[in-house]
């Protein structure tokens, strides 16, 4: 089965820093990724999502994401940070098809700093 | 604009109490699931249900029964809790396949058991 390394628990930054959180996917073939971000008191909600075509997937609030398939990679970065990112952001693959299990990473914890 | 709710927020069980943790969505989705969270181990899926009076077992199905009698609501039963399922829930869910939309979520609920 699908397993998601996410290597960083914490990341505390300051405003305007750029960033980059890994994720890396334990094995090839055709992957559905994505990125969720869960805000202090908040739902979980999607960030941005790679199915095909384009590996820079760009989602909501200025994040991107690559898709790396040699290095079973996809991760976010966003060029400057706002002390409104500081959430929780995990990212996902699908396993086993349309209709599996969704595997999420353990998180990482963004804290900027004002 | 409800989207996902559980019900209740919060909880606070002894071992071998019994609850029921409701999940209503108003978006008139195919999918729903039910995670749990706990800290250092992402989101992990219980059980899932792909129509109205269908289920199946996620990753940790076990102490956990699910029911699905109307498209709408998804029920997560505990029969005999246990210290080891404190954690937070969190359902979902999705119009088609993962793989073809993303998840809605609720925003959790927080579960003790003492």
């Known amino acids: 089965a699908q397993s998601v390394s996410q290597h960083n628990h914490h990341v505390i930054l300051s405003e305007a820093a750029s960033l980059e959180l890994g994720c890396n996917y334990s094995?090839?073939?055709?992957?559905?990724l994505f990125w969720y971000v869960q805000y202090p008191g908040q739902h979980l909600q999607l960030l941005l999502k790679?199915?095909?075509?384009?590996?820079l997937v760009k989602g909501i609030k200025g994040f991107e994401a690559e898709f790396i398939k040699s290095k079973f990679s996809f991760n976010l970065r966003k060029p400057s940070v706002q002390w409104s990112d500081t959430a929780e952001y995990l990212c996902?693959?699908?396993?086993?098809?349309?209709?599996?299990?969704?595997?999420f990473g353990k998180g990482t914890k963004l804290s900027v700093k004002p | 604009n409800a989207g996902v709710t559980q019900t209740p927020k919060f909880r606070v069980l002894k071992t071998g109490q019994s609850m029921t943790l409701l999940c209503a969505q108003d978006?008139?989705?195919?999918?729903m699931y039910w995670y749990r969270q706990d800290p250092g181990m992402g989101l992990r899926l219980i059980h899932y249900?792909?129509?109205?009076?269908?289920?199946a077992k996620g990753e940790v199905p076990d102490g956990y029964n699910v029911s699905r009698l109307k498209k709408q609501n998804f029920l997560l039963g505990l029969e005999s809790a246990a210290p080891s399922q404190t954690s937070v829930y969190f359902c979902?869910?999705?119009?088609?396949?993962?793989?073809?939309?993303?998840?809605?979520f609720g925003n959790g609920t927080r579960l003790t058991v003492t």
């Open positions: 978006m008139n989705h195919e999918y």
């Open positions: 996902a693959v699908i396993d086993g098809g349309s209709q599996g299990n969704l595997i």
């Open positions: 094995y090839g073939g055709t992957v559905n």
């Open positions: 249900s792909v129509g109205e009076g269908t289920t």
């Open positions: 790679y199915f095909s075509g384009d590996p």
């Open positions: 979902a869910s999705s119009s088609a396949g993962l793989g073809n939309s993303p998840l809605h």
